[in-house]
């Protein structure tokens, strides 16, 4: 599992213990996409002189890259240095900042001629950066599409106009995010909004 505390992510390994005194446990990680699919390369962190208790091991690595997704996997090292099978993979998000800012408010959509002009407040929140955008053409967030990240400050007013919509009706939600991604509760531009 990811923990987070002071700015920065470790992971955290539970192992079983495997009853003997000849293995050291070793565990690695990668991120799991550095751009256009391709993975990042595995680093190790091996951890010897780790104390078994309830016939677990829990060993910490090093901070890990924040706010990405990362593969992980642990074995174990034989005196000879030869490493045991690889655990599967487990594949977590290194979350540095878990709470997330409060919604936006005040949310107004007005439509115009192929357009749809958002204003809204953005939250009095310290860790606010940003207010995600999705629309669809039915009521209905759960398969809306994010059409904008939209960055600014806390406590101010902001806007964004969404051109080229073709005549029809469109629905918008608001979520603000903090700097790690993680989102409010949704905030609800009043009523669809109909461009002709």
């Known amino acids: 599992m990811a923990v987070s505390g002071g700015g920065t992510v470790y992971v955290r390994v539970v192992l079983i213990d495997p009853n003997r ?3 050291t446990p070793v565990v690695h990680y990668r991120i799991s996409d550095i751009g256009g699919g391709v993975h990042g390369a ?14 677990l091991i829990v060993v910490n690595t090093n901070p890990v ?16 240095n030869s490493y045991g099978t690889w655990t599967s993979t487990v594949t977590l ?17 007005t439509g115009g001629v192929g357009q749809v002009a958002l204003t809204w407040n953005t939250p009095n929140s310290g860790n606010y950066v940003a ?10 967030e759960g398969t809306a599409t994010l059409v904008r990240t939209e960055y600014g400050a806390p406590s101010s007013a902001d806007a964004w106009t ?11 939600w608001l979520r603000s ?20």
């Open 65 to 80: 890259p924040s706010n990405n997704s990362i593969d992980v996997q642990a074995a174990y090292i034989g005196a000879n």
């Open 131 to 140: 207010t995600n955008i999705r629309r669809n053409t039915v009521n209905n």
């Open 21 to 23: 005194v000849d293995v």
């Open 177 to 196: 995010a903090n700097g790690s991604g993680v989102e409010s509760t949704t905030s609800v531009a009043t009523g669809p909004k109909v461009v002709t």
């Open 42 to 55: 595995w680093v190790e962190q091996k951890f010897p002189g780790a104390t078994p208790s309830a016939g």
């Open 162 to 172: 969404d051109t080229g919509r073709a005549a029809g009706t469109y629905y918008y």
């Open 93 to 109: 998000v290194s979350t540095v900042d878990t709470v997330p800012p409060a919604a936006v408010t005040s949310v107004v959509a």
